[in-house]
């Protein structure tokens, strides 16, 4: 089966691609397929939370925000190294939904692997919510990993 791990470079991302792999059999897995979207027309930058590069000034190079996308697909790719199957980085630009549902398809993906960042109700409504897309259009499983709700107290 291959997979698909997409990552928006957020600490959530990363949580979704661990939880994955702590309850998954990699010998079912033949290829893992990590995806980061670039989005050309974004006001923000491509958020990258997970390097540990320094980034004191950006360069004209990385303000194209495919160097972060890069960057935080290694980190997650690497979550994968030695553990069985093949593992490949993928940088795609435009919506992130309609881009990792059509590399789903292109690769038969037989689970989709996809953080759900906690925006609140305002951000789902006018913007809509990647993991909601995803999760209503993939033609196959998607496992969505929330972040853990903070107890009170």
Not at 55 to 68: D, G, K
Request: with cysteine; hydrophobic share 45%; glycine share 6%.
């Amino acid at each position: 089966m291959h997979v698909v791990v997409t990552t928006d470079g957020s600490r959530q991302s990363l949580a979704a691609a661990k939880a994955f792999k702590s309850f998954t059999d990699p010998t079912k897995i033949t290829e893992i397929s990590v995806v980061a979207v670039i989005r050309p027309l974004a006001a923000v930058s491509f958020a990258d939370d997970l390097s540990e590069a320094d980034q004191p000034t950006a360069t004209l190079e990385e303000l194209s925000f495919r160097v972060p996308a890069e960057r935080a697909a290694a980190v997650i790719a690497g979550i994968f190294d030695g553990w069985g199957p093949a593992v490949r980085t993928r940088i795609r630009s435009g919506s992130p939904a309609n881009e990792i549902l059509k590399l789903a398809k292109e690769v038969d993906a037989g689970l989709v692997v996809v953080a759900s960042g906690n925006r609140g109700i305002s951000d789902t409504v006018l913007m809509g919510s990647t993991a909601q897309r995803v999760q209503s259009y993939a033609q196959c499983p998607v496992l969505v990993v929330r972040e853990p709700k903070h107890r009170r107290g």
